[in-house]
């Protein structure tokens, strides 16, 4: 059985530092100017060095704790055919972390920095990164402020209220449509967290980068690129030097019509008791490794894959299981968040509803129980994650309008809310939970 070496507290900041997303389209661009990294090891990265790559953190850093990172991005850039493409690793992915077995692949940075974090990416796409970006996500605020703020096209209803959250509580009231918002605004919007899991995460993240690329590029903004980028600065680590950071002025224009392909790492998502993994697809991933580096994969190249991911298969622990396999094909930003639109008179099914469960009872393994429950019922489950006792007094489940009847009938006490998106719902298990 695996052991946890650190006590994970759930966060609703880990995606707030896509809001300065304009450095990491600094870094993904002004890699082009770069020397390539050169190394001996026969990898995907070695086959493809005419390409850069950037590995792009947020963590979520307190005075108490070093943090983790939450948000973890990929980003490869091919300078001859002015292209970007963005690869989105789950926070939950369960890797080899040197020195500390299989764990998920955030704990790295807690572990070790940066610098263990880059070396369990490394592992996993077989891909050396040239450079990193590390920002502190209590930043994006003022960034998003210092562009005049976002247009947002937000795509479904999205209402969470938490007053026991962080410092002074959470409220999240967002309706479907087009909307300016200024940083406080927008952090609502990164910060919501529904049925869709890190799926539907990492499709808001693309959303977001689309809307604040749109942004940087007006004629109003532009100008102040220099000027943000230096207020930004001191708030990022990185081995980019402030002067190379500059540089990004000159390029921007030319990434308006190139675009940014995006995906998520392929694999699938388990869980044991009341934690969470995303177990990576090594085969697929080094298969699409090779693409994005335009690489043709040798048979030792492909046997290695298979070898890696036999002895990973062989790690998994005891009582892990296995949910719905997620999405694993690439897109363009611009079709990352389709506009669900509510279908008031469409009757729906239990298949219909993917369900995030999270446990705020105290009760080890409640989070567990409830999810067996719900897929017995024919619900899909997102994930199950552990929360804070003190969070709820009651059991909630969030959904939209035509689901609230499938929930009636559940085995434990629990309000049955509205106001989610349609096919999500979330289960927050609260102390009045019994088995």
């Known amino acids: 059985m695996e052991q946890k070496k650190i006590k994970y507290k759930r966060s609703y900041h880990r995606v707030i530092m896509l809001g300065i997303i304009l ?109 990193y970006v590390l920002i502190n996500i209590q930043s994006f605020a003022k960034i998003i402020d210092a562009i005049g703020g976002v247009d947002i096209d937000v795509e479904k209803r999205m209402y969470y209220d938490d007053p026991w959250d962080d410092n002074g509580g959470l409220h999240i009231d967002l309706y479907p449509g087009m909307q300016h918002m200024d940083g406080k605004k927008a952090i609502e919007y990164v910060r919501f967290r529904d049925g869709e899991g890190d799926i539907g995460r990492i499709a808001r993240q693309q959303h977001f980068i689309k809307a604040v690329l749109a942004k940087v590029l007006t004629p109003a903004v532009l100008p102040k690129i220099p000027e943000i980028i230096k207020e930004v600065s001191s708030t990022v680590k990185t081995n980019l030097s402030f002067t190379d950071m500059l540089k990004f002025a000159r390029l921007l224009p030319g990434m308006k019509d190139g675009g940014v392909t995006s995906s998520m790492l392929p694999g699938k998502p388990a869980y044991i008791d009341d934690v969470s993994y995303w177990l990576p697809d090594i085969e697929e991933l080094r298969r699409n490794m090779a693409e994005t580096m335009d690489v043709v994969m040798t048979s030792q190249m492909e046997a290695d894959a298979q070898q890696t991911a036999e002895e990973y298969n062989k790690s998994l622990p005891d009582g892990l299981k296995l949910l719905s396999k997620g999405p694993e094909k690439k897109v363009n930003n611009s079709d990352a968040v389709e506009n669900n639109t509510e279908k008031k008179n469409s009757p729906m099914k239990p298949e219909d509803i993917t369900v995030m469960v999270i446990n705020s009872s105290g009760i080890n393994g409640a989070g567990a129980t409830v999810a067996e429950q719900l897929q017995r019922k024919g619900f899909k489950i997102s994930s199950v994650e552990t929360g804070r006792t003190s969070s709820n007094q009651q059991t909630k489940i969030m959904t939209n309008d035509n689901a609230v009847n499938l929930f009636y009938g559940m085995s434990f006490p629990c309000v049955i809310m509205t106001g989610s998106g349609t096919g999500q719902a979330v289960v927050n298990i609260g102390r009045d939970y019994r088995r």
């Open 23 to 131: 450095l990491m389209m600094v870094a993904a661009a002004l890699a082009y100017a770069f020397t390539r990294y050169s190394t001996t090891k026969n990898t995907l990265g070695q086959a493809g060095n005419e390409k850069t790559t950037i590995m792009v953190m947020g963590v979520d850093s307190r005075t108490d704790d070093v943090g983790r990172s939450d948000t973890l991005m990929v980003f490869t850039v091919d300078e001859k055919k002015d292209d970007v493409s963005v690869l989105s690793i789950p926070r939950d992915t369960r890797v080899k972390i040197d020195g500390h077995n299989y764990d998920k692949i955030n704990h790295a940075y807690a572990y070790g920095g940066h610098q263990l974090t880059q070396k369990a990416v490394e592992d996993l796409l077989d891909v050396p990164m040239n450079y």
